[in-house]
Antibody, heavy 122, light 110 residues
Framework: QVTLRESGPALVKPTQTLTLTCIFS??????????VTWVRQPPGRALEWLAR???????YYSTSLKTRLTISKDTSRNQVVLTVTNVDPVDTATYYC??????????????WGQGTLVTVSS | QSVLTQPPSVSAAPGQKITISCSGS????????VSWYQQLPRTAPKLLIH???KRPSGIPDRFSGSKSGTSATLGITGLQTGDEADYYC???????????FGGGTKVTVL
C-alpha cells in the first residue's frame, strides 16, 4: 500500500535552513504521472501548497516562497527532500508530503503523510 | 489570502444536506479540475473528490462534487457527527504554475 512519512527537526532557529525528508513506499517516482507535493499548515490555519516534483524531475514552487524553497528527489531511496532557507517564526507549521497526480489540468493529492510539526523559535 | 474562496463555516443538523462552495478564476478552476479534502481534527487531509466529481475507492456516495465555470461545490448528504471537519478545495493555477487551496470550511453538525 502507499505510505508517506515526513521527517525533520521539530525546532529550528530563525535564519537557519530547514531540511525535510519525505520517505515513501508503494509507488515509484519514476512512473509517468507520479508527483510528490509538500503542503504546510500553520497552527489553526489553512493548507498552503509549497512545492511539487514530478516523475520527470520537473519542479514547481509557490510563487511567494520560490526564492527560499528547493525540492529534490532520490528515486533509488524513494525520498523527496524540501529545504526552506532563512526560516522565520511565521514558517512554524505542520509540514505534509503527499503523493500527487497531475495530467491535463488534473491535479490532486491522493495519499498524505501524517505531517511533522516544525517550530521556528530562538 | 487564499486564491480560492470558501465560506469559513457551514452548519446543519444530522441527516441534513450541506453544500460548500469554492470560488476561483479562469487560470485555476476555470481551466482545471478541482479536488476536495476532508481534515478531521488533528489528522492529515484526506482526498474526498478529484477531477471535479470523482470519488476515490472507499469514499461514500454521500459526498459529491460539481463544477461550473470558475466555481466548484462539495455536497454532503445525510450529515453525520463524524463529518465534523475542515474541508478544503484545491486545484492547479496556470498563471502561478503552482497548486492552490481554498481557505477551508469548518463543518459543524448541530
Amino acid at each position: 500500500q502507499v505510505t508517506l512519512r515526513e521527517s525533520g527537526p521539530a525546532l529550528v532557529k530563525p535564519t537557519q535552513t530547514l531540511t525535510l525528508t519525505c520517505i515513501f513506499s508503494g509507488f515509484s517516482l519514476t512512473t509517468s504521472g507520479m508527483c510528490v507535493t509538500w503542503v504546510r499548515q500553520p497552527p489553526g490555519r489553512a493548507l498552503e501548497w509549497l512545492a511539487r516534483i514530478d516523475w520527470d524531475d520537473d519542479k514547481y514552487y509557490s510563487t511567494s516562497l520560490k526564492t527560499r524553497l528547493t525540492i529534490s528527489k532520490d528515486t533509488s531511496r524513494n525520498q523527496v527532500v524540501l529545504t526552506v532557507t532563512n526560516v522565520d517564526p511565521v514558517d512554524t507549521a505542520t509540514y505534509y508530503c503527499a503523493r500527487s497526480r497531475f495530467a491535463s489540468g488534473s491535479h490532486w493529492h491522493d495519499y498524505w503523510g501524517q505531517g511533522t510539526l516544525v517550530t521556528v523559535s530562538s | 489570502q487564499s486564491v480560492l474562496t470558501q465560506p469559513p463555516s457551514v452548519s446543519a443538523a444530522p441527516g441534513q444536506k450541506i453544500t460548500i462552495s469554492c470560488s476561483g478564476s479562469s487560470p485555476n478552476i476555470g481551466n482545471n479540475y478541482v479536488s476536495w479534502y476532508q481534515q478531521l481534527p488533528r489528522t492529515a487531509p484526506k482526498l474526498l473528490i478529484h477531477d471535479n466529481n470523482k470519488r476515490p475507492s472507499g469514499i461514500p456516495d454521500r459526498f459529491s462534487g460539481s463544477k461550473s465555470g470558475t466555481s466548484a461545490t462539495l455536497g454532503i448528504t445525510g450529515l453525520q457527527t463524524g463529518d465534523e471537519a475542515d474541508y478544503y478545495c484545491g486545484t492547479w493555477d496556470n498563471s502561478l504554475s503552482a497548486g492552490v487551496f481554498g481557505g477551508g470550511t469548518k463543518v459543524t453538525v448541530l
